[in-house]
């Protein structure tokens, strides 16, 4: 990093907010369809007659999209990154109301209606934090720090060829790494390669990429997917891909709507083969679960036959699903509910189970020393494991081989009550409100504007417990630092922008 006396091109400065001003119209009339969409949704065509369980879905659904609302209408300013995290809570928490969660269900009407006061209350503090950064504009520093893009291309460009390198070693069986170095180096690698493709997917989109530059990336682009998806967890290979067509929609203000189109219907086309292959590979005990590079053909090849044969099968009413299908679709329906969660806490905590008092919160400081300065560190799931145990879900010895996910909210509750509940909304509301005011009126490729990008990927992990978040961008924090250090110059700011 070093200090230099150029001045940043002011349509550089702009280029991060000039999206808003465009298609603010657009996404507002967008808001309203989607909005529509799921109200009437839970109330006409929903899985159940409790009237009061629809009422918590409603209140739920408003409270996660009113901060969208806020920012499609210009009221609020900057990347949305609080929105997109408080419209997780749509598919979390409002739609397993009234969906038959099979464990949803075990719980009372009035139940729900605790657990949905307690979200929307969340939800309503967080946004009510979050509004006080982002409702105005700060005044431009007099310089930011930020990526020259000839040096900074070539590092993206590695960045991404290591991430896939590094996955496809994982899958083949090639790499055997402690697991805390093996954590480190994911995270490190995940962290880079996402504010890669962001990067890079954005110049793509303002047509700034060279030829040969954006072959390259998109031929990588391509690969990290297919390698990502190889794992059977497609949440990464979506991941990729949404930060890649948001940077791209910001910089070439469109959005590439063949390509979303033509994505979406692979990922579901996979996705109803996923089951099976996962009951082959990860639990049948008869076939490796690891893939060799050159096997990745034959690999997709299968996975599009189940996918083709759930398909054909589902056509032919009179086929009667088998235990294990039913089993695997209404996986599907249900893994992403996490209220499941929040719900037990309430009937448990105070009366049965006391409150941990901040005992998952406590290991926190420990999460972020490196492993190779603490060999008997725990793991970054800790925390979960102690909210499995402390409600009896698991033993000591379960929470080796399966991990029953809380989230931030239920984990808030399991600790201090509605009192933590509260808190977590203010620290959310205010990370989230002034990573988002940092990259107010920021280059994109500044170092303020790439740590927001960094946040936004983290705000829509609905399973991550305290100390799995904290770790996580911990380490994701440290590899955009190594960034800035290495690849960032200091930029002044136009006098008449100034």
Not at 19 to 30: A, I
Not at 97 to 117: D, Q, R
Not at 218 to 241: D, R, W, Y
Not at 331 to 346: D, G, H, P, T
């Amino acid at each position: 990093m070093t200090n230099d006396s150029e001045f940043l091109n002011l349509s550089v400065l702009q280029s991060s907010i000039i999206f808003d001003h465009r298609r603010q119209k657009r996404l507002l009339r967008g808001f309203w369809v989607i909005a529509f969409a799921l109200f009437t949704f839970e109330l006409f065509f929903t899985n159940t007659e409790s009237l009061v369980s629809i009422f918590g879905a409603i209140l739920i659904t408003a409270a996660a999209l009113f901060p969208t609302y806020l920012w499609c209408s210009r009221k609020a300013l900057g990347m949305p990154i609080f929105p997109l995290f408080a419209l997780t809570y749509v598919w979390t928490h409002a739609l397993p109301l009234v969906s038959n969660h099979p464990i949803v269900v075990e719980y009372s009407p009035e139940s729900h209606l605790f657990a949905s006061l307690t979200v929307t209350g969340f939800l309503g503090l967080g946004t009510f934090i979050w509004f006080q950064f982002v409702k105005s504009t700060p005044s431009p520093p007099e310089s930011y720090l930020a990526l020259n893009g000839a040096s900074g291309y070539q590092f993206f460009l590695l960045a991404l060829a290591a991430n896939i390198f590094f996955n496809t070693y994982f899958l083949a069986g090639w790499i055997f790494l402690d697991a805390g170095i093996f954590a480190i180096i994911c995270n490190v690698t995940l962290a880079l390669s996402s504010l890669a493709t962001f990067v890079l997917a954005y110049r793509l989109g303002s047509q700034e990429l060279s030829g040969a530059r954006a072959r390259w990336f998109i031929l990588l682009l391509v690969i990290s997917i297919v390698v990502n998806a190889a794992s059977l967890l497609l949440v990464g290979a979506a991941s990729i891909f949404l930060i890649a067509i948001f940077a791209f929609t910001i910089g070439r203000k469109k959005l590439p709507i063949l390509v979303i189109i033509i994505s979406l219907i692979c990922f579901c086309f996979l996705n109803y083969g996923k089951g099976e292959m996962r009951a082959k590979y990860w639990f049948g005990g008869e076939y490796s679960s690891y893939i060799q590079p050159w096997e990745y053909p034959a690999w997709y090849s299968e996975w599009a036959g189940y996918s083709l044969n759930y398909l054909l099968r589902n056509k032919n009413s009179n086929d009667v699903p088998s235990s294990q299908e039913t089993e695997e679709r209404s996986s599907f329906l249900e893994r992403s509910s996490v209220i499941q969660m929040l719900l037990l806490a309430q009937i448990k905590s105070p009366q049965e189970i006391p409150y941990l008092y901040g005992a998952t919160y406590a290991i926190l400081p420990q999460l972020l020393v490196p492993r190779i300065f603490a060999p008997q560190k725990i793991a970054s799931h800790e925390g979960t494991y102690l909210l499995n145990i402390h409600y009896g879900l698991q033993t000591r010895e379960t929470t080796g081989t399966t991990t029953i996910a809380w989230g931030l909210l239920a984990e808030s509750y399991a600790n201090f009550g509605l009192i933590g509940c509260g808190g977590l909304a203010v620290i959310l509301g205010s990370i989230y409100g002034q990573s988002t005011r940092w990259s107010l009126n920021a280059p994109v490729l500044s170092a303020k504007y790439l740590f927001a990008i960094l946040m936004m990927t983290f705000s829509f992990q609905t399973e991550f417990s305290a100390g799995v978040y904290v770790a996580a961008l911990f380490q994701g924090t440290v590899a955009l630092g190594s960034v800035i250090v290495l690849l960032m110059r200091t930029y002044k700011v136009p006098p008449m922008q100034n």
